[in-house]
T-cell receptor, first 113, second 110 residues
Framework: NAGVTQTPKFQVLKTGQSMTLQCAQD?????MSWYRQDPGMGLRLIHY???????DQGEVPNGYNVSRSTTEDFPLRLLSAAPSQTSVYFC????????????FGNGTRLTVT | EDQVTQSPEALRLQEGESSSLNCSYT??????LFWYRQDPGKGPEFLFT???AGEEKEKERLKATLTKKESFLHITAPKPEDSATYLC???????????FGTGTRLQVFP
C-alpha cells in the first residue's frame, strides 16, 4: 500500500517555465489537497478537491491550477514559475468523513531561479 | 479568523526529561484538532485527532489533551528518536480546510 505518492522529489525551474507536480493516492480517498510549506509560515493550502470533477481554491491559489479527472490523481500545475514559488509542496488526502486525518506524501522540493 | 499558534518554536530536551508542547487555537466551532510529526525531508505523519474538550489520546511516550482554547502534547521520558517537528492543525465546523500552526522543533539529546 503506497499511500500518497508525489513526483518528482526535486525540481529546478527557471522563471517563466511551466511544470506539473504529480500526486497519486491508492486509498480511494475522496478528498485531496495541495499545500506549500515555507520556513516560519507553516503549511498553507493551495487548492483542494472533494471528489472527481470538483476543485476549489485554498489560501494561496494564485499561479497554480489543478484538475481532478480521477479519484486517484490530483496534479498541480505551475503556469509560469516565479521565484516566490520556491517551496516544498505536499499533497495530502483523506476519506470523505468529516474530521478524518490527512495523509501526506513526502513532498516535492521546488526551486525557481 | 481561524488561527493556530504553537509554542515554543524550538525545544531541546535531555533524554528522559519530560515536557509539553502547546497549541493554542481560535476557531468558529471545532470539528477536530490534529497532531502530526514531521521528520526532515518527509511529509507530516499523523499522530492524533481530538474532537472535544476533555478528550485525551495516548501513543507510546506521547499524550495529547484538549481544552476549549488549547491542546498540549505531553512527551514523557523522551528518547533521541522522538526528535522531530510537531505540527498542530485545526478544522472548523462546516469546512474541509485544515489550518496549521508553524510547529515546534523538538531535539532530544542523549
Amino acid at each position: 500500500n503506497a499511500g500518497v505518492t508525489q513526483t518528482p522529489k526535486f525540481q529546478v525551474l527557471k522563471t517563466g517555465q511551466s511544470m506539473t507536480l504529480q500526486c497519486a493516492q491508492d486509498m480511494n480517498h475522496e478528498y485531496m489537497s495541495w499545500y506549500r510549506q515555507d520556513p516560519g509560515m507553516g503549511l498553507r493550502l493551495i487548492h483542494y478537491s472533494v471528489g472527481a470533477g470538483i476543485t476549489d481554491q485554498g489560501e494561496v491559489p494564485n499561479g497554480y491550477n489543478v484538475s481532478r479527472s480521477t479519484t486517484e490523481d490530483f496534479p498541480l500545475r505551475l503556469l509560469s514559475a516565479a521565484p516566490s514559488q520556491t517551496s516544498v509542496y505536499f499533497c495530502a488526502s483523506r476519506s470523505g468523513t468529516g474530521g478524518s486525518p490527512l495523509h501526506f506524501g513526502n513532498g516535492t522540493r521546488l526551486t525557481v531561479t | 479568523e481561524d488561527q493556530v499558534t504553537q509554542s515554543p518554536e524550538a525545544l531541546r530536551l535531555q533524554e528522559g526529561e519530560s515536557s509539553s508542547l502547546n497549541c493554542s487555537y481560535t476557531v468558529s466551532g471545532l470539528r477536530g484538532l490534529f497532531w502530526y510529526r514531521q521528520d526532515p525531508g518527509k511529509g507530516p505523519e499523523f499522530l492524533f485527532t481530538l474532537y472535544s474538550a476533555g478528550e485525551e489520546k495516548e501513543k507510546e511516550r506521547l499524550k495529547a489533551t484538549l481544552t476549549k482554547k488549547e491542546s498540549f502534547l505531553h512527551i514523557t521520558a523522551p528518547k533521541p528518536e522522538d526528535s522531530a517537528t510537531y505540527l498542530c492543525a485545526v478544522q472548523a465546523q462546516g469546512t474541509d480546510k485544515l489550518i496549521f500552526g508553524t510547529g515546534t522543533r523538538l531535539q532530544v539529546f542523549p
